[in-house]
């Protein structure tokens, strides 16, 4: 049977019995998705890569905590979620697109300058309005589309019901169409009430975790 056909339960009860080179099969399905997210909110390679060992790692030795029956996907990615947070106070996102982006340029011209550079910024604008949204929507968004969580998964990641996820991201997609619509006015739409020198905290270390 290949690697589609056995289920999760299967394999952690596996890993569980004693059978560690199971593992191994959690980390052929969900690595390369597991990258694409830590990279995706990381910017840089070489941290995605450190984040997804360390997370793989964390789930490895946490896994007597999975309950059997719910989502390993997202217990997984709610792991994580917390993980890269820690990692994002030791680097700025912004400097670290900034570089890949100029190592980019530097080792292979494109073949349509003017097109790659818009392309660039799209991608750059869309990060920097995601980064601005308050937190409680910021992360469903992170989970639901950088790292391709359904809603049931994503709200189980966020100890959420599925009308909550639903909610915030429809909330999340009106925020950033009228960011796109008024990329000139410096207030976003998740600032305002907030006085001059407020911040709003995000929840520390763990909190992510349901």
């Known amino acids: 049977m290949g690697i589609e056909g056995i289920d999760?339960?299967?394999v952690i009860q596996r890993v569980l019995g004693g059978d560690a080179g199971a593992f191994r099969l959690l980390v052929q399905r969900y690595g390369g998705r597991l990258r694409g997210f830590c990279l995706g909110r990381l910017g840089d390679p070489d941290e995605a890569d450190d984040a997804v060992q360390d997370v793989l790692?964390?789930?490895y030795r946490s896994?007597?905590?999975f309950r059997l029956g719910s989502s390993f996907a997202a217990?997984?990615?709610?792991i994580a979620a917390n993980r890269v947070r820690t990692r994002r106070v030791r680097i700025s996102a912004r400097e670290a697109l900034t570089r890949r982006a100029a190592d980019a340029a530097r080792?292979?011209?494109p073949v349509d300058p003017a097109g790659q550079a818009m392309a660039c910024l799209e991608r750059e604008e869309v990060r920097r309005a995601v980064a601005r949204l308050a937190w409680p929507l910021r992360a469903a968004v992170e989970l639901y589309y950088f790292a391709g969580l359904s809603v049931e998964d994503t709200a189980s990641a966020l100890g959420l019901g599925n009308e909550a996820v639903k909610s915030r991201l429809l909330r999340a997609r009106r925020e950033l169409a009228r960011a796109a619509a008024d990329p000139a006015d410096p207030a976003h739409p998740s600032?305002?009430?907030r006085t001059a020198g407020s911040t709003q905290p995000e929840p520390d270390g763990e909190g992510i975790l349901p």
């Open 57 to 59: 790692l964390r789930a």
């Open 75 to 78: 217990w997984l990615f709610a």
């Open 8 to 10: 999760d339960v299967v």
């Open 107 to 109: 080792t292979a011209p």
């Open 191 to 193: 600032d305002q009430g």
């Open 63 to 65: 896994l007597g905590s």
